[in-house]
């Protein structure tokens, strides 16, 4: 097993890079939002709730009405065919919405599609355990930024809907990460990342009210409207929050790049501290697949880690930086941190592990991560002994079985069960199923369907992981 990498910084990263990406965004889908909703009614000071919401009417219904027309975007294939809806949307618009999916649906010139099939078999190979690891390391990392943390509160509450935000990351995540995600017609990870691009602007627009184009660092503060606070709606509760400009744009470059790495970076340093590190190989392959996916995101190219050095040096500049950035008086953090993992704890059926996750979270993301989401107060010393005895046995144990049977591993064994009921009670719910397309929701049911079968582990722990459950499935 390797070791976490020492950091070597990334070549293209030059002096004052980061400062400046903190106030840039994307210029191809603010511009397609910006067409959408056109300019904002500057209303006066104090206008009530019900006189912003008559003002900017048009812009909701729009908003809804392009919303409804991405659900067309099912496989890779259907974008090359899609148009917009000229019944239900102006000219304009819609000529803005067919542009926007045809310059961004194309991959990037260096991608290697046998890099790509490389990643997708890894995750694949990893199945269940790469659920874990995506809602114990990287949601977490992303939590720790408070501008981060900040949109994820105001966009969509997400510590009192926990279950239906974790079920849309993973509705990212899947499509792009299964075979065929990027590269195949019939693949939908093209598809899916070209919705969330454009959430990424709307929600940009909505908090800057207007194009960020037209914002920089000395452009004061964009005012709270509290008369227009507390409204149910997302769009609206965007409107309404407010920014500080001076640290930068909502969503920036600098915040989607760290993003990026939480889902790449993140994953991979996971197995090395579960003593299931990938080969140098793999690990490039993984960072490049989803280097490719950040490419149709919209994220700079000098912005990407190709190497673990690289990455380590770029994730630890971006998340100081984040963290050095001013704390909201009402830090969303902690109540992020502690809705995921209870989340996660709710869907185990057995007490005195149900602070396992809490503790997983703490291994992989560190003590200091830990505290700021709020998770340690919240472990009793028994339970974090028995996390401890169990992580120290586990690995002992692997390390001695290595010798006689290649890639045991308990570590493996336990963070997959604990994955498969959080895949079977939450993500895979029948009455909550994720929202994806059938094809590709028969592809995850495949994958429950046989989550016993571990090629890396011998029988007799196969037929363990038989007997935890039964294997839920959705109709497609």
């Not at 239906?164 to 899947?174: D, E, G, K, L, P």
């Not at 969503?251 to 939480?262: D, K, P, V």
């Not at 591993?409 to 939450?426: E, K, M, P």
Request: charged share 20%; with cysteine; glycine share 6%.
């Amino acid at each position: 097993m390797s070791s976490i990498p020492t950091h070597a910084p990334i070549p293209t990263l030059s002096p004052g890079l980061l400062d400046r990406m903190s106030h840039e965004a994307d210029p191809l889908a603010d511009d397609t939002v910006a067409t959408l909703v056109g300019p904002w009614t500057v209303l006066p000071e104090g206008a009530s709730r019900a006189d912003h919401l008559a003002a900017h009417r048009t812009q909701w219904e729009y908003l809804s009405l392009a919303t409804k027309q991405f659900d067309a975007w099912t496989t890779n294939a259907t974008l090359g065919t899609w148009h917009a809806d000229e019944a239900e949307l102006p000219l304009e618009i819609a000529a803005a919405l067919d542009s926007y999916v045809q310059q961004a649906r194309v991959l990037p010139p260096w991608a290697d599609k046998a890099q790509i099939e490389r990643a997708e078999a890894l995750f694949m190979d990893s199945g269940l355990l790469s659920i874990a690891l995506l809602f114990c390391a990287s949601l977490p990392e992303c939590y720790l930024v408070p501008d981060l943390a900040t949109v994820l509160h105001i966009s969509g509450q997400l510590e009192k809907h926990t279950e239906y935000r974790v079920r849309s990351t993973a509705a990212m995540v899947f499509p792009v990460m299964m075979k065929g995600g990027l590269t195949d017609p019939s693949g939908s990870g093209i598809a899916q990342i070209l919705k969330v691009r454009l959430i990424h602007a709307t929600i940009r627009n909505l908090i800057l009210r207007g194009h960020p184009a037209e914002f920089n660092a000395t452009s004061p503060a964009v005012p709270a409207l509290p008369t227009l606070g507390g409204s149910q709606g997302m769009h609206q509760s965007l409107f309404a929050h407010g920014w500080n400009l001076a640290e930068g744009l909502p969503c920036s470059q600098e915040e989607q790049a760290y993003t990026l790495l939480t889902f790449s970076y993140v994953y991979l340093r996971s197995l090395r501290k579960l003593g299931l590190g990938l080969s140098e190989a793999d690990e490039r392959a993984y960072l490049h697949m989803w280097n490719v996916a950040g490419h149709i995101l919209g994220i700079r190219s000098e912005l990407m880690a190709h190497t673990m050095d690289e990455a380590a040096f770029l994730f630890d500049r971006l998340q100081s930086r984040g963290l050095a950035r001013q704390i909201p008086s009402n830090d969303p953090r902690p109540e992020l941190g502690r809705a995921l993992v209870n989340t996660m704890a709710d869907s185990i059926p057995v007490n005195w592990i149900k602070a396992f996750p809490t503790q997983l979270v703490t291994h992989l993301c560190g003590k200091k991560a830990a505290r700021i989401l709020g998770l340690q107060r919240h472990v009793a010393w028994p339970s974090r002994l028995l996390f401890s005895t169990v992580l120290g046995i586990a690995r002992g144990v692997d390390t001695v079985m290595r010798w006689v049977v290649k890639d045991f591993s308990i570590s493996r064994l336990i963070t997959r069960l604990l994955s498969y009921q959080y895949l079977s009670q939450v993500l895979m719910n029948e009455a909550r199923p994720l929202k994806l397309p059938d094809h590709l929701l028969n592809k995850v049911n495949t994958m429950m369907g046989t989550w016993h079968e571990d090629t890396k582990a011998p029988r007799w722990m196969n037929r363990f992981e038989k007997r935890m459950g039964r294997r839920p499935t959705v109709e497609a």
